[in-house]
């Protein structure tokens, strides 16, 4: 790989980043749909169906607000993907929080 190659990797690189970490101002519901529906069909878990959505399980592992599932989404357990805020900014994780401890209760 030449070096203009290189430059050119990098800025399109730059470029997608960039773009990926806007906020869509997508509903919590829709961005739940894109991320997470697939793993969390009405709120369960294909994964591990001990780790739902619902509130007594998110409690039970220590996840209690909005913030908490957003924290989740950086960092989360085994079978879970990371999402990164180049893939979901700050704002949207925080809006799939809200939509799941208000829906899944």
Known sequence: MNR????????????????CSR?????GAALFAIHCAGCHPDGGNTVNPK???????????????????AALIRNPGPGMPVFTPGVIPAGEAKRIGTYVVTTFR
């Open 4 to 19: 203009h190659h290189l430059a050119f990797v990098a800025i399109g690189a730059a470029i997608a980043a960039a773009g």
């Open 23 to 27: 906020d869509s101002g997508a509903s």
């Open 51 to 69: 780790k739902t959505l619902r509130a007594a399980d998110r409690q039970a592992n220590g996840i209690r607000t909005a913030g908490d599932v």
